[in-house]
């Protein structure tokens, strides 16, 4: 094997999923530019990405946490359980005091921040790579006290209790999805997006609609 060839093969592939071109776009040019790495390709969609990880078979998949249809968290557990040698790092918008932890524990190997992906996304790749987790310094610190029994949980005693779905669907709520656009974005049926209404309402205990629509809001807004 000549030395070209060789280098080619030992660079490690990178897939990308994100509902924004211009992310997709942007992660592929800053990977493509390292020696050692290579996009292999993107996706907007989860089910646009399992199709494709099923065939190119990336050492790395970089996950939005939020998709259409099956969120990233969802897509990550699938991922996991089905191409276990694809390791997978969530990408967000949202801070990672708020959702790395349901990030781990879907088996993702570590969670970047959109704002720093263009300083770190290189970085984070290399780390779980090596075996490693991927946190920000900060959250490292945060986590290393809460494992080691000095901390609580950083899943809130409310919010922790709903499913990644439920989580999904309030998020929506508060950045003032209807009922009905709620269901089209996650390609399932208005009864099914009721029900995710009243399983959250019962247990944030909340006593009404309008009760949950307030507490969404101020969710959304704690955030940002």
Same mark, same amino acid.
């Given at each position: 094997m000549n030395t070209a060839?060789?280098?080619?093969?030992?660079?490690?592939?990178?897939? +990308? &999923? !994100?509902?924004?071109?211009?992310?997709?776009q942007g992660l592929a040019q800053l990977i493509n530019q390292e020696s050692d790495m290579i996009s292999v390709g993107e996706a907007g969609t989860s089910d646009e990405a399992l199709k494709s990880i099923a065939k190119i078979k990336p050492d790395v998949a +970089? &996950? !939005?946490?939020?998709?259409?249809?099956?969120?990233?968290?969802?897509?990550?557990?699938n991922l996991v359980a089905n191409y276990p040698k694809t390791l997978?790092?969530?990408?967000?918008m949202y801070d990672e005091s708020l959702h790395v932890e349901r990030v781990l524990k879907a088996g993702a190997k570590g969670y970047l921040m959109k704002q720093s992906a263009t300083d770190y996304v290189t970085t984070a790749i290399r780390k779980v790579v090596s075996?490693?987790?991927?946190?920000?310094?900060r959250m490292k610190e945060t986590l290393m006290h809460q494992f080691s029994g000095g901390g609580k949980s950083l899943i809130g005693a409310t919010t922790g209790k709903l499913s990644d779905r439920e989580l999904e669907v309030l998020r929506l709520i508060g950045q003032g999805y209807a009922t009905n656009r709620i269901a089209e974005s996650l390609f399932v049926s208005v009864k099914t997006i009721e029900?995710?209404?009243?399983?959250i309402k019962n247990k944030l205990d909340l006593k009404n609609s309008h009760e949950l629509i307030q507490y969404a809001v101020k969710w959304c807004l704690a955030e940002k």
């Open positions: 060839l060789k280098n080619k093969v030992e660079k490690t592939k990178v897939f +990308i &999923v !994100d509902d924004h071109p211009i992310v997709r +970089i &996950v !939005d946490i939020s998709l259409q249809g099956t969120s990233g968290i969802e897509l990550t557990k997978v790092l969530i990408l967000s075996g490693d987790i991927y946190v920000s310094d029900s995710h209404y009243a399983n």
